[in-house]
């Protein structure tokens, strides 16, 4: 994850054009994506209570707070022991960007991952597959043959596992999709921003 280096200011502002972009980019597939639930509950395909349910909100804010510390816990882990040569380049350089960059990307990227992931693949895939888990693990597959520039360093494979893994158990557990999100989001943002501010660095 993430080692820091000092950048000119091109290079800062080269990265900060791409970070836009990739803003721009996740904003429009996230919306496509909510387009697509849209048309599913329109059709009688789900129920909107299968993506918004509130019928135990303590239960939607335990999970927020449980599976948003274990992850950031596992991230940590995984920074202290994984040497950086295992690290993919692209992680290396979130954190070089400004404050509310960081933020605003890791809010569209886990809003596209989730709605695209839990709100489609794993709903459409519990129309054909009883079993939830099966369902899960399947997801998780199709998460991880997106993230093809990790394929080079698998141990990246498993930094994006476990965390699919939960989140697609606590969807399954409280039927609503913001909560797979907020953990989601909160955990890029606190790893990310441990990096940025040098509260954390990985092995060299």
Known sequence: MYHINNQTQTKS???EFKTKDAIMVFSSFSLMCAAIIFVLVSSDLFTLQRFLSFNNFS??????AAASSGLVMFGIVLAVFIPSTYIDDANKSY???SLLGIVVFMFVAALFEELLFRGII???LSIFIEHQWTTIVVTTVLFLALHTQYFRKPIMLLNISVPSLVFGWIY???SNILV????????????????????????N
């Open 13 to 15: 502002t080269k990265k």
């Open 122 to 124: 794993q709903n459409v």
């Open 59 to 64: 239960l939607m804010l335990m999970e927020v």
């Open 95 to 97: 954190q070089n960007g």
């Open 180 to 203: 797979p999100f907020f953990v989601h989001f909160i955990m890029n943002v606190v790893i990310t921003l441990l990096f940025k501010y040098r509260l954390l660095s990985i092995r």
């Open 172 to 174: 399954v557990e409280t």
